[in-house]
């Protein structure tokens, strides 16, 4: 069975403040991909990230970068410098290869001003 | 990106009757679409799988006969909640990917309430 982890329920950090959102997961298959949404108020999933399985290359986008370490299943996501509009909640998800995803509970971004 | 839509994008609707969602891919062809319901402060929790041309496949703890799943066409799945009552108010999201394809495009979302 496919499960994802998110430990943080809620973050509330100061703007510019540098952030990480941890996210565990675990599968059996051997081929899969892990994702990052951004969900704003509106509620329309923002697709940040994808990576697959074979690809432990960290990345970085701008502010944002992504660690994923297959030894200990996790996909790390770190915000440098946030601010107000970063506020939002994030879902990492887990897809196999049959198209669906399963997320996890979704950690709640709060950056005050 | 791929691009999907659904329609409408928030429902309000009286207890009893049925509603209609739309999922569509405007710029590809979908094998596959998926429904997610997602309850507030919640996380997105799949409720079936929808394959072109055949029967939808529905996840554990869905009913099928009370959440019908049409994907007549690749660029089209719709969901029926039939007989809605108060606490099937959520919102629900689709996506669509490609055939073998690990990509998942969602649509905007639906807000279903129903009073």
């Known amino acids: 069975a496919q499960k994802v982890t998110q430990a943080q329920t809620e973050i509330s950090v100061v703007e510019k403040e540098d952030v990480t959102l941890d996210c565990v997961y675990e599968?059996?298959?051997?081929?899969?991909?892990l994702f990052w949404y951004k969900q704003p108020p509106s509620g329309e999933l923002v697709f940040l990230i994808r990576?697959?399985?074979?690809?432990?290359q960290n990345e970085i986008s701008g502010r944002y970068s992504w660690n994923f370490q297959k030894s200990t299943s996790s996909f790390n996501f770190t915000i440098t410098a946030s601010q107000v509009v970063d506020s939002a909640v994030y879902f990492c998800?887990?897809?196999?290869?049959?198209?669906?995803?399963?997320f996890g509970d979704g950690t709640t971004l709060t950056v005050k001003p | 990106g791929a691009v999907v839509s659904q329609h409408p994008s928030w429902v309000i609707c009286k207890s009893g009757t049925s509603v209609k969602i739309e999922c569509r891919s405007l710029?590809?062809?979908?094998?596959?679409m998926f429904w997610y319901r997602q309850f507030p402060k919640q996380s997105l929790m799949l409720m079936a799988t929808?394959?072109?041309?055949?029967?939808?496949?529905?996840e554990q703890g869905v009913e099928k006969d009370k959440f019908l799943i049409n994907h007549a066409s690749l660029t089209l799945s719709t969901l029926t909640v039939t007989s809605a009552h108060p606490e099937d108010s959520s919102f629900y999201i689709c996506?669509?990917?490609?055939?073998?394809?690990?990509?998942?495009?969602f649509g905007p979302g639906t807000r279903l309430t129903v009073t």
């Open positions: 996506s669509a990917g490609g055939a073998g394809s690990y990509e998942q495009y």
């Open positions: 599968t059996r298959d051997t081929t899969y991909y």
């Open positions: 990576r697959n399985s074979f690809d432990e």
């Open positions: 998800a887990l897809g196999s290869n049959a198209g669906k995803s399963t």
């Open positions: 710029d590809f062809q979908a094998t596959t």
């Open positions: 929808s394959n072109e041309g055949s029967k939808a496949t529905y």
